[in-house]
């Protein structure tokens, strides 16, 4: 059962509670932290992507197209949407010779807000290279230029491209495709659904991969490299994902999903952990992630300090007052 990780107070009354579960393992599967179900079953939605790149990287996508670290990158990301992200979502596919008519993803606002004000005050519109999911998009195109597949298609779950993904996916989340349940995501992309205990696992084996065979291992080893090296094109500003990789220096890699799932490596330690907030609420993921890495012994007090901003959240009113706080109560 989901247990309280935060209290949302006002004039120093709890006003509203957020439950959820949390779970860290080691690549072996051992729980070595948790708070409520472990087993919670529920979608990944983009959390997923750091290893739904994993097939165009094996099938040296990467040295095919000459994509940089931050394209990979950006692959992995639910990007904000900002100039540099639309960039390079429009080199990947000049590499790979495509327009902007082969992606599925639908247009969609900029997650960062100054980004889309900045577009509809210049009176422009939101793009398919605006949307969050645009670069695991162009990923699967690329693949699928590699593999000679039809490329219109490539976001259906009978795409064969998507076979290659569903299987990467449940391979490092120690299970078989067929114990994914498949849905169908805001982007059109197919999503998984699984224990968070085992989304767990597969982000220990992204903070250390030795148990898979070289070539799989490689390529989670050049993908946890480009994320963690190029950490504003996996989220962008002001954003959680970006700040923790920059406050460690890599030393953690984060990625956040959709209706509360926040996934974490550890690199240095070799763990990985799940946290799913039982609303679907965004608010609570900076004190909570933060403070169960704290616990975990994960930062120092130097990044803990960095990361202060998103640890000790207060909100303020429109007239900037600070009225309350987001307090974790791991």
Request: aromatic share 6%.
């Amino acid at each position: 059962m989901s247990e309280i990780l935060a209290h949302v107070t006002r004039g120093g009354a709890v006003e509203c509670i957020h439950r959820g579960d949390l779970v860290v393992t080691d690549t072996e599967g051992k729980i070595v932290f948790s708070i409520g179900d472990p087993q919670k079953h529920t979608y990944w939605r983009s959390a997923a992507k750091p290893f739904q790149v994993i097939p165009l990287v094996e099938a040296e996508g990467m040295k095919r197209f000459d994509f940089s670290g931050r394209e990979l990158a950006l692959m992995t990301s639910s990007h904000g949407g900002e100039e540099t992200h639309v960039a390079a979502v429009q080199s990947i596919l000049d590499k790979i010779g495509l327009t902007a008519d082969a992606l599925e993803c639908g247009a969609a606002p900029p997650m960062y807000r100054r980004a889309a004000n900045k577009i509809l005050k210049e009176g422009g519109s939101f793009s398919v290279f605006t949307n969050a999911c645009s670069g695991k998009h162009a990923a699967i195109l690329a693949l699928a230029k590699i593999r000679d597949y039809p490329v219109e298609g490539y976001s259906q779950p009978i795409h064969p491209a998507q076979h290659e993904v569903l299987r990467a996916v449940a391979d490092l989340a120690g299970l078989m495709p067929k114990d994914l349940t498949i849905g169908i995501d805001g982007c059109g992309f197919p999503v998984f659904g699984l224990p968070i205990y085992n989304m767990a696992i597969a982000y220990a084996h992204l903070a250390n991969p030795h148990r898979f065979p070289q070539s799989r291992r490689s390529a989670l080893e050049t993908i946890a490299m480009a994320m963690t090296a190029h950490p504003h094109y996996v989220a962008g500003t002001n954003r959680l994902d970006t700040a923790l990789m920059e406050a460690t220096g890599g030393r953690i890699l984060a990625k956040v999903g959709s209706e509360g799932v926040y996934n974490v490596s550890i690199t240095d330690q070799g763990l990985g952990l799940t946290l799913k907030i039982e609303d679907g609420n965004f608010r609570p993921f900076g004190p909570v992630i933060i403070e169960a890495l704290k616990k975990l012994n994960a930062l120092t007090p130097t990044e803990l300090e960095t990361l202060h901003p998103h640890h000790q959240v207060y909100l303020q009113n429109h007239r900037k007052q600070t009225i309350g706080q987001i307090i974790p109560t791991l």
